[in-house]
């Protein structure tokens, strides 16, 4: 995997000539001139989508397939999108002639911090009446990522605001040092998202496939974030699912002996005044109007469960330092009331 930063243009000039592009239609339509450079490299098919969860289904993966039947083994899907098409050209790029090379071109920031590093692509999975979040995946790492900041210009503040979280929470995570320097003055895009590739890295590069365990900090904040995704039927989004995510992690901690009160008031507070996660307002708003057993019903599909029936969550045990632990459904039944109230445990 190779970082290759710099204006669009010449990034452009890199793509090989037939490749099959993907492009989310709002990045077309607000930078023409990118779409301008890459059509100058002739590809052989060329795909605009409407980005949100919705595209992540397999339908998407069917009609890509077929837009790019004609590319050769050795030929390139180039992904000019967020993390929703990001994920779905992963799966396509992996099922595609049995793997092509992917280019992963990040326009949001959570895909440039996160989802287009590791590897990992989903579509969602409908089970019953829910939408089961990234039911299936593969991994297939993407041969180069173009990280191009004028794609950034025009992302609203939620946008930055949930790519932000994504960041911050891997500095919670794994880096006290930096979490203590982002909290003395607050990073700028272009270091954030530095900072937060180089940290998934070396996450993914210790666990490529997420099995030691240890790529599943990397989910901190993301077991009842998904939760706050199906409720609301992704109304709040995944990078502000997180956010709350954090918080009910955070409470869980407190709740487990796990993260000291003096942690989790401090990291509670810098993803407040850092990237300015939505408060326990929105997280009530959420939640209310469900009961923790229909939590329990998505975590137990989203393969949150052991086998003893607890649930794992992980959760902080000091700055820089998560881990993985069962939580009894009790634990969770306690704080849900809280929750829905908007009160703090
Ligand atoms: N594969 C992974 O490891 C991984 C990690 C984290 C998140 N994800 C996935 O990423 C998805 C969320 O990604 P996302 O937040 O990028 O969502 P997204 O792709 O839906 O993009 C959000 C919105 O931003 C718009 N947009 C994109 N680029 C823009 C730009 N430059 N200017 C203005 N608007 C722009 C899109 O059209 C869309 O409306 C989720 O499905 C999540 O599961 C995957
Ligand atoms: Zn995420």
Redesign the pocket.
Known sequence: MKDVWGPFGPCAARMPEGSLVVV????AE??PGAMAALKRRRPRAWVSL????R??SLDTVARLLSAGASLPRSGTLVCV???????VC?VTAHLLKRGVALIHV???L??AV??S??G???VHVTSGSWVL??GAGVFHDARETWLCPE??????SR?RR??AT?AWKMVACLDAPRWRKYRRHRPGLVALVRDARALKAIVCRRDPHEQTGFRRVLNFGHTLGHVVESLTRFRV???DAVGLGMVCALDLGRRMGVTPEAVASEVEQGLTEGPGILGREELGRALRGHVVSEASALLAQDKKVGPSGGLNFVLLHRLGHAGVHPVPPRALRALWLKWQRAERP
């Open positions: 989310d239609r709002r990045v607000l930078h409407q980005a949100g969860e595209v992540k999108g967020g993390g929703t098409l990001g994920d992963t990040p326009t949001t959570l895909a996160d989802s590093v590791g990992k692509g989903a979040k990234n794609l950034f210009e025009t992302l609203t946008q949930e790519g994504e989004s995944h990078g």
